[in-house]
């Protein structure tokens, strides 16, 4: 009866193709810049070295994006400076005796499920901002570009309540916001029932 339901769902998913948590994330992610710093390698040397990358991007970066009005706007001034920031990541990479190459890019890519403070983003195609350190095989660190949540405490990788909730739904519709929202819910349910989506999804591909 289970691996019967089991099928059942499965078929129903692979042939609509398409369902409600993934029109909301294609929705959300076009309102999304996600940023990503990609480590050479879980050494802790590397996983060290990533966040004094991020540490110095931010502090650049911040200034320039911190007053944005739209997407259109973040994804310009990201674009301007891209140069610039691949010199700061450069440049700290000297400085810490290393001589990995970097690459720095503003692209499209497919991510798991990510909680992030009170946001937990469920698992799809998202723009991005990304610096990758040497052969990118490390453990990465990711937040928002826009809306800005990357410059909030950052030093703890956590986001104040009222400070996310404001920037959030000042890009979402409210039924997005509920719905990327975990403060309201079980945080560790809502993270399940994205990734059982998530293997439903996988199922129906390689079925196809």
């Not at 990503?36 to 802790?44: E, G, Y």
Request: aromatic share 8%; net charge positive.
């Amino acid at each position: 009866m289970i691996l019967f339901s089991i099928l059942l769902c499965v078929g129903i998913l692979c042939g609509m193709g398409i369902d409600k948590n993934n029109i909301s994330q294609k929705e959300i992610s076009k309102k999304l810049i996600r940023f990503h710093v990609l480590a050479n390698s879980d050494s802790t040397e590397d996983q060290a070295l990533k966040l004094k990358v991020r540490d110095e991007v931010l502090d650049y970066i911040y200034p320039k994006l911190k007053n944005s009005k739209n997407i259109e706007e973040s994804r310009g001034i990201i674009q301007q400076e891209d140069k610039e920031i691949k010199k700061i990541a450069e440049r700290v990479i000297k400085e810490k005796g290393y001589n990995y190459n970097i690459s720095t890019m503003l692209s499209h890519e497919n991510f798991p499920v990510k909680s992030y403070g009170n946001i937990t983003l469920p698992q799809g195609n998202y723009e991005a901002y990304r610096i990758i350190i040497g052969k990118g095989e490390g453990h990465n660190w990711w937040c928002v570009m826009f809306p800005p949540l990357c410059f909030t405490d950052i030093t703890k990788g956590e986001v104040a309540y009222t400070e996310t909730e404001r920037d959030m739904k000042q890009v979402l519709t409210p039924e997005e916001y509920k719905f990327v929202n975990n403060t309201n819910k079980d945080k560790n349910n809502l993270v399940v029932k994205f990734k059982v989506v998530e293997v439903l999804k996988n199922i129906c591909k390689k079925s196809k």
